[in-house]
């Protein structure tokens, strides 16, 4: 039987009702607030004064709720009038063991991490003395099949753009002969004029839907709202289908199957046919921003198969889907490949970022051809290690697993309770990865705020789940018992 201790913020106690699952598992946080606390309309008066203020000197049309981190704890997230709710959004999936978690607490106030901060190295020219050291205990501990380097980087798009850069040097090296074969003469004054051969007209293929960032590059790859693109120059790089399933997918075995051998033979004709001929495909294991959209183990085997045959690159981003959300630390751990992915990018949960990747052809031939200042923040890895480490002592992938079942069966009863407001309930099997499509979605996130709940969206329709991994089943009750409010209502 667990011990409740006494709760962080006297007054969640009173808000806070016993659930089910208090009985048969252990909280996490004995000290996190046992339910939501909400006291004033959200934003409250605070709230609304600080982001006025805020809004002189930074834009805050964007703004979802205004927080206080100090005041935030576990899996609850605080603002400034006194409301705290449960965030099942997390900084869009990015915060992996709660907030103010005192195992990370303790790293983030060690010397180590001091020297870090205040001596940040640029480590391409200047290494730590102990940077191997923190990649292989960090970064480099928990690399998928396959992966036995990492390229670092700062952000999500920025390790996807990293990832682009050396598949193309890969390709036009192997074009060339070898890493020993030099540029010509022409290549070397035509890359200056942005010219073949020196900038060669390749291509990154990416998927319909698709989101892999908005810098310069990654943004010719994502292709989910045309506001993050309009404006900009793009590559001209081809997209292919992803594939549309049917829910649930127990009674659409067959029409899925066909839909996703049309679009692997959608990507089989452009590898061969695209007049700007790709050297990689970049997939998201579940596209996440564009809408939660899943495709199958063999779809991604099948894809894994046809980048193989034609000698061109799979670089799959775990940007979103990494760190342990879908139930395995790696989500492409569900697909069972034999052949592994050539390139794996992180970002988000492991809070620095960078691509994995295991053949040494795709160290490009020379240095600095890969390369900025900093390529990185020992600072950041040296948190990455510690969420490692607080993972591994609280078992929180395995967490993630069973809390997500027990979610998804919850909602399955609200799905047969309330039919028309949970379609498509989606991510059985993945972990807490779990979305539905709602034809009121913007609505419920909205009323979320009312009952307690931080909950995100994605793509046109869809309600996205994406708490910590410290998320238990305690948790999905409250959660539950919110969400039947709203529908309700
Ligand atoms: C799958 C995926 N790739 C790349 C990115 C871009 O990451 P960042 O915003 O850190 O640049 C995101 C961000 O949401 C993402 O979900």
Redesign the pocket.
Not at 210 to 215: T, W
């Given at each position: 039987m667990a011990t409740q201790s006494p709760p962080r913020n006297a007054s969640a106690a009173a808000a806070a009702k016993p659930h089910l699952a208090d009985a048969v598992e252990q909280p996490y946080f004995p000290d996190e607030p046992t339910g939501p606390i909400v006291r004033t309309e959200i934003p409250g008066p605070k709230s609304k004064e600080a982001i006025a203020e805020l809004d002189k000197v930074f834009d805050t049309r964007s703004l979802n709720m205004m927080a206080n981190y100090q005041n935030s704890f576990g899996n609850y997230i605080a603002d400034l009038d006194g409301n705290v709710l449960l965030d099942v959004y997390a900084q869009?999936?990015?915060i992996p063991v709660g907030y103010s978690n005192p195992s990370l607490l303790l790293a983030a106030t060690s010397p180590d991490m001091a020297s870090a901060i205040i001596n940040r190295p640029a480590l391409g020219n200047f290494p730590q003395h102990d940077w191997a050291q923190i990649l292989e205990t960090g970064i480099l501990r928990v690399a998928p099949k396959g992966c036995d380097q990492v390229f670092t980087a700062?952000?999500?798009?920025?390790?996807?753009e990293l990832a682009y850069k050396a598949a193309f040097m890969w390709k036009r090296r192997q074009q060339r002969g070898g890493a020993d074969v030099e540029f010509t003469a022409e290549e070397i004054e035509s890359s200056m004029n942005n010219q073949s051969p020196g900038s060669p007209n390749m291509s990154i293929l990416s998927f319909k839907t698709?989101?892999?960032?908005?810098?310069f590059g990654?943004l010719s790859t994502?292709r989910s709202k045309p506001i993050h693109k309009l404006d900009i120059p793009a590559f001209d790089w081809p997209q292919a289908s992803f594939p549309a399933l049917k829910y649930p997918l127990e009674q659409h075995a067959e029409e899925n199957a066909r839909e996703e051998a049309r679009c692997l033979a959608e990507v089989e004709k452009l590898l061969t046919t695209y007049h700007n001929p790709p050297a990689a495909v970049i997939v998201?294991p579940i596209?996440?921003?564009g809408g939660d959209n899943h495709a199958s183990p063999a779809f991604f085997r099948g894809l894994r198969e046809v980048t193989r045959k034609h000698d061109v690159l799979l670089i799959v981003?775990?940007?979103?889907?990494g760190v342990g959300a879908t139930g395995k630390f790696w989500a492409h751990e569900h697909w069972n490949l034999q052949d592994p992915p050539d390139m794996v990018?992180f970002?988000?949960k492991a809070q620095t970022?960078g691509y994995y990747f295991g053949n040494p052809e795709l160290r490009p031939n020379k240095p600095y051809r890969q390369f900025n200042t900093w390529m990185g923040d020992p600072a950041r890895a040296l948190l990455f290690r510690a969420i490692i480490n607080e993972i591994a002592r609280l078992n929180l992938v395995h967490n993630t697993a069973e809390t997500g079942d027990y979610l998804y069966a919850g909602l399955e009863s609200l799905s047969q309770k309330y039919p028309g407001e949970i379609e498509n309930l989606r991510g059985k099997g993945q972990g807490t990865f779990i979305a539905w499509d709602s034809p009121r979605r913007d609505e419920i996130l909205k009323k979320g705020k009312g009952v307690g709940i931080n909950i995100g969206g994605s793509g046109a329709s869809a309600v996205r789940l994406r708490p910590m991994l410290i998320f238990q089943k305690r948790h999905a009750d409250i959660f539950l018992e919110a969400m039947e409010k709203i529908l309700k209502s």
């Open positions: 869009i999936a990015s700062q952000a999500g798009s920025d390790a996807n698709a989101f892999h960032g908005r810098l990654s994502t998201e596209q996440s921003e981003d775990e940007v979103q889907t990018t970002s988000k970022a």
